[in-house]
DNA sequence: TTGAATGTTTTTAATAATAAAATACAATAA
DNA sequence: TTATTGTATTTTATTATTAAAAACATTCAA
C-alpha cells in the first residue's frame, strides 16, 4: 500500500456519527455537502459510500441515498493514533537532545530516530530541514544529518539574539498608552514574584515556570512572526535548562527574581534606560547559567 | 533505479584522472586510500575497481592492482549536471516568486515546481519545510503547500525585524576599536557614495549595488548564525525589490545616498544617537519602498 | 604476531513505483 | 439551468528497491 487510508478511515467513521443523527429510511446529503461536513475529497466518501452499501447500511438508487439500518459500535473502523503533530515533535526532540545530553557532531539516523519518535522518516527529515535553519543541525555530504548544537558557540550566540530581541521587545513595551492590559499584567506578576520571594525556602522549584511568565510577558509584546519563531527556541532551551541545572538553585533563582523585580518596578515607573540596564543584566545573568550548564554536562 | 548512481560516475571518473597520473605497470593505491583520496566509501570504491578490471584498465591480483593500459577519454562516464546546490535553489525560487508577482495564497505544486527547479521532489519538500520557518510558505492540512508571502504583514515584520538586526548592528559598530578594518571600509564606502552622487544622473541605476554593499558592512560587524540566517532572506528581498520598482528611480536613489552618507559620517564621528537615528530614517524609506513596491503589483 | 588491506554482511539513505486522495472535467437528472 | 453524480486526471504520501555507507570478519605480508 502506498499511502495509508487514514483519511478513509476517518471519514467512513465520520460518516457512521453522522448517520447516527438520523432514523431509518432517511436520506443522506449529496456527496458534495457530505465532502465539506468531513473536509475531505468527494473521492474520499464516494468510496466511504460505497462501503457503506456494501455493509448494507445505505441503499443507493440514483440520487438518492437511503439509510436503511443504524450503524453499530461493530461497524467502526480501528484507528491506530500514532501520528504526533510537528509542534508535538518539536518539542519532544529537543528535550532528547538536551535531557540525554546527546553530544554535538552526533550522526543522526533518520531511520532510527524517526522510529524513536514514531513518525514517518520523511516527516522527520522535514522537521530536520526546518531546524538547520536555526543552526542546529546539518546536512552532510555523504548523506544523513549532523547535530551541531548544543555548543558554547551555539549557546553564546543565541543568548545574544536573545538580548537583541527582548530589549526590543522593552523598547516597544514602554511606549505603550496607559491602558493598555500589558501595565496591569506587570503589577500582578510583580506580585507573583513577591509572594514567591517571601517562600523562597520552600518553593524556589516553582521559579523555572515564573521565568518562563516574565519572558513571555515582555516580548509577547512585540507582533512580528519572525521574532515569534526564535521565541519558541529561545524559551524551550532556556527554559529546560533552569530545570536541569540543579547547582545552587535555591540562591540562584532568588536572586533571578530579584532581578525580574527591578526590571518590572523600572518598566512600571517607565524608566526606559533602567529598565534596559536591569534586563540585560538579568539576561546576561541567564547566559552564563547557561554556559555553566553546558559545561557541567560535559557539552560544548 | 531507486537511488541514482551518480556517486559511482564520479567516482569512476575520478578514478580515471587518478590513474593518468600513473604508468602502465604501476600499482594502485589500496582500496581505502582511494576510498578516501575521492571521499566515498570503499564499497563505491571496489565497484569501480570491478568495472576497471572488465574494461581491461586495471589488473588484480591479491593486493596489488596493477594499470595495464592508460585509461582514455572514451572511458569516461557521462554525468547529467542537473542537481543544483541549495543554496542556488533558495535564490532562485525567491527571484521566481518576486519575478513573476507569484500571488499570495498559491498553492504549490510539489512535482510541477521541483521540474521547473529541476531538482527532486523531496529535495523542494526539504527546502520548502525551512522556508516555512519564516512563514513564508506553510504545509497544508489536505497534503501540499501553500504560498503565504509576500503579503503586506509579510513585509512589515520583515521591515521591523531588519530594523531590529541593523541597529543592533550600528551599536556594536560603534564600539569597536580605532584599528579595526570597519573605520576604512566606511571611509571607502563614503568616497563611492559621493562618487555616485556626482554621477548621479548618468549611474542611478549603479545604487541597487551600493546599496547591498553598505547593509553588508554594516550588518557583517555582527558574527551570530541566527541574524546571519537572516539576513540572506532580507537582503534578497530588499534587493530585489529596489532592481525592481522603477518608480521615481532616479529621485528615490538620490534620496537614498544621501541618507546612507550621513548615517556613514555619524559613525565615522561616533555619535551613536544620531546614526542610529539616521539608520532609522533610511530603512523607514526602505520599507515605505517595498510597501508601495508590493502595492503597484497589486500584492499584499 | 600484528596491523594494514581486502572480503563480506548489515545498515542506511535516496529515489522510483505505487496506491490513496484531491482535483478537474464531463455527463446527467431534477 | 443548476445541483448532483460519474469519470478521468493530477498530485501527494508511503512503500519498495537500489546505491552507498558503515560495520564486521578475514586474510596476507611485514
Chains 1, 2 share one sequence.
Not at 51 to 66: C, E, M, Q, Y
Not at 128 to 148: M, P, Q, T, Y
Not at 224 to 231: G, I, L, T
Amino acid at each position: 500500500m502506498a499511502r495509508t487510508d487514514a483519511v478513509f478511515r476517518n471519514s467512513f467513521n465520520g460518516l457512521i456519527k453522522i448517520c447516527n443523527k438520523l432514523k431509518v429510511n432517511d436520506k443522506l446529503d449529496p456527496e458534495s455537502t457530505l465532502a465539506t461536513k468531513l473536509d475531505v475529497s468527494r473521492t474520499v466518501i464516494r468510496s466511504v459510500l460505497q462501503a457503506f452499501v456494501k455493509l448494507n447500511i445505505i441503499k443507493i438508487s440514483g440520487r438518492t441515498k437511503t439509510l436503511i439500518r443504524m450503524p453499530n459500535k461493530n461497524d467502526l473502523l480501528t484507528i491506530q493514533e500514532r501520528t504526533i503533530s510537528l509542534g508535538q515533535l518539536e518539542t519532544d526532540f529537543l528535550n532528547w537532545l538536551l535531557h540525554f545530553d546527546v553530544p554535538p557532531n552526533t550522526i543522526l539516523n533518520v531511520t532510527k530516530v524517526s522510529k524513536q519518535f514514531s513518525v514517518a522518516p520523511h516527516t522527520l527529515q522535514e522537521f530536520f530541514s526546518g531546524l538547520s535553519r536555526f543552526g542546529l543541525i546539518e546536512r552532510r555530504a555523504k548523506g544523513g544529518w549532523i547535530l551541531r548544537g548544543f555548543t558554547k558557540n551555539f549557546a553564546i550566540e543565541l543568548s545574544d539574539f536573545r538580548v537583541v530581541l527582548e530589549i526590543n521587545a522593552i523598547r516597544h513595551l514602554i511606549k505603550l498608552p496607559e491602558n493598555h492590559p500589558i501595565w496591569s499584567q506587570l503589577g500582578e506578576l510583580k506580585n507573583k514574584h513577591n509572594d514567591l520571594l517571601r517562600n523562597i525556602d520552600q518553593n524556589f522549584h516553582d521559579f523555572s515556570q515564573l521565568d518562563e511568565l516574565y519572558h513571555i510577558t515582555i516580548n509577547k509584546i512585540v507582533k512580528n512572526r519572525f521574532v515569534e519563531e526564535f521565541q519558541k527556541i529561545i524559551s524551550l532551551i532556556f527554559h529546560y535548562h533552569y530545570q536541569w541545572d540543579k547547582t545552587e538553585e535555591r540562591s540562584r533563582n532568588e536572586a533571578a527574581i530579584k532581578e525580574h523585580i527591578k526590571t518590572i518596578e523600572a518598566l512600571l515607573n517607565k524608566d526606559e534606560i533602567l529598565a534596559i540596564d536591569c534586563a540585560k543584566k538579568h539576561l546576561n545573568t541567564s547566559k552564563q547559567t547557561l554556559l555553566s550548564s553546558l559545561i557541567t554536562h560535559n557539552l560544548g
